[in-house]
């Protein structure tokens, strides 16, 4: 068991002096290694309570750099690091709360190919990812590999917490990922944080709550959130919390295991493996546009954002949300170019196949990067998110 120097000792003095937790659960932390899969809205509150708890050893999987639109949830950067490295950036901030842990950075996304490479060595993994795909490879690695899974989600008011493959006191097994969650969703019908949005306190929220799970683990101290899902909604401030039971059909550890190797999630979360979504569309790019509306021509611009996403920035277009695309067929001409935007592209591409799929239109073009690719070459006055 890794031992305590001088300075450790003044400045871990008041999880010493709890009696459950005392000098043999700071040791077991100090002696512990955990991998933080994302260093973002999630990832920068867990990662500053593990640091500065005396984590021995953390690993920091990320491959984005710090953008003035992170500054608003992730509290671990400052305008400062804009630019730069997260991972990075997150190991110098760490390093300065906490210069008695380690720090290993791995500016990479993890993939099918890299997963169990990078996971082997931990002790758990903090998922503090954001997407469906990333979240299943975690968790089938961690199953895998029999490494605990502490994880964690959020969308706009509302969060969840579980612990995840947690072996307890008596050999006994709990749920993971595929238990709660058999099948993903549909593509696109959880919208991402980028589209959907996030109130900023609520990641800082539930990564504190990560890091505790994460401590508990490791120091052997208190109930781990094992075989439970924590819910916890900001705006009515109401917390539930559910049983999560293992599923005899789960294809990783049921009662008839089927998958014993990763798998391309991409395709499992179904993400570009039809052909409907595959089929490129027609596109106009931001120039494009711009003559467009500086001609004369006759054409109609239709945005299919949400119109909460309309009243912070728009292109004067006409705004069919991609909800309702599909019934307002009358509301799109025929007899003229039709521009189609969201705000990258992937709403507008997936509403122009809607259309032609459905009604049969051939005067479609979807804009080529969407209202970002438009401000950023056009009128950078115009205030995206």
Do not use: W
Not at 46 to 56: D, E, R, T, V
Request: with cysteine.
């Amino acid at each position: 068991m890794a031992e305590l120097n001088k300075e450790e000792f003044k400045r871990y003095s008041r999880h010493l002096i709890i009696p459950e937790f005392g000098l043999e659960g700071q040791k077991r932390l100090k002696a512990a290694k955990v991998l933080v899969v994302g260093a973002g809205g999630l990832g920068s509150p867990l990662l500053q309570y593990l640091a500065a708890a005396g984590i021995g050893k953390i690993g920091i999987v990320d491959f984005d750099v710090v953008e003035d639109s992170n500054l608003q949830r992730q509290v671990l950067f400052g305008v400062a690091d804009l630019g730069k490295s997260k991972a990075q950036a997150a190991k110098e901030r760490l390093l300065n709360l906490n210069p008695h842990i380690e720090i290993q950075t791995y500016e990479t996304r993890i993939s099918s190919e890299n997963a169990l490479e990078i996971i082997k060595d931990y002790d758990l993994v903090a998922d503090g990812t954001d997407n469906f795909p990333t979240r299943y490879l975690i968790n089938d690695a961690c199953v895998l590999l029999d490494k605990p899974n502490v994880y964690a989600s959020i969308f706009r008011f509302e969060g969840q917490l579980s612990v995840f493959n947690y072996v307890d006191a008596e050999g006994v097994r709990g749920p993971n990922y595929r238990d709660l969650f058999p099948e993903p969703p549909p593509p696109g019908l959880v919208p991402s944080c980028a589209e959907g949005g996030v109130i900023g306190v609520l990641p800082g929220i539930l990564g504190s709550l990560q890091a505790n799970e994460v401590i508990k683990l490791l120091s052997g101290v208190g109930e781990p959130l094992s075989g439970r899902l924590f819910l916890f909604d900001a705006s009515s401030f109401q917390t539930r919390t559910l049983k999560v039971r293992r599923d005899p059909a789960n294809p990783l550890n049921g009662e008839n295991p089927t998958q014993t190797e990763l798998i391309d999630y991409q395709q499992f979360c179904g993400i570009g493996d039809t052909a409907a979504e595959e089929r490129a569309v027609k596109e106009v790019d931001v120039e494009d546009l711009k003559s467009l509306q500086e001609s004369g021509e006759q054409f109609q611009l239709i945005d299919v954002r949400e119109p909460y996403e309309y009243e912070i920035a728009n292109l004067e277009g006409e705004l069919i949300p991609l909800g309702v695309i599909a019934d307002a067929a009358l509301k799109i001409k025929r007899d003229q170019k039709v521009v189609i935007h969201c705000r990258s592209g992937k709403r507008s591409a997936k509403a122009i196949r809607t259309l032609e799929d459905l009604h049969g239109f051939d005067n479609l073009y979807n804009l080529k990067g969407g209202i970002l690719a438009y401000a950023e070459e056009v009128n950078p006055e115009l205030n995206v998110y």
